[in-house]
């Protein structure tokens, strides 16, 4: 590989006419002799040929310019606290402390109060089986039903929050 390279760039320096009087005869002799290297040699004459003819582009002066204008033009985020509504992480918060507090009635209205002393109770809180609660096909009903109206409320005030934005901008 570093052969190949190294054969690549004695052409593109004889192509250049950059190399020595004795290099030159050798580049020669090479490319009389060996195949490969006037296979390579046409390839890199091609090359040379093509970016000597297509001109390359300048950008204008302006370029920077013009683009730091039209980027100018565009809206610009504003910070986040102008964007992030403090009614919305509260109202987040207030669904799952009721969620919370929905769960702890459900399962202090399962709890048996009629057995008598009070150390009867704190022995029956510890032997509340919890699986009830999440195998109970009401309380999962419950729950993703409270789950799809709060992304429900959560898409509308976004959409609505979209659309004052774009009539502002």
Known sequence: MDT???NEERLWNYIDGSVSAEEKKVIEQLLESDAAWKIKYKELLEVN???KSTDLEVPSLR???NVMEEISKLHIAPATKSYINNKIIWGIGFFFIALFVGFLIYGLGQMDWTSGTESNITKNINKIDFSKF???TLVNVFMMINVVLGLFLLDN???N??????KEA
Request: net charge positive; charged share 30%; glycine share 0%.
């Open 4 to 6: 190949q390279q190294n």
């Open 49 to 51: 040929e093509l970016i």
């Open 63 to 65: 370029f920077t310019k």
């Open 134 to 136: 999440f195998n109970n």
């Open 157 to 159: 005030y976004l959409s």
């Open 161 to 166: 929050k979209r659309k004052s934005f774009r």
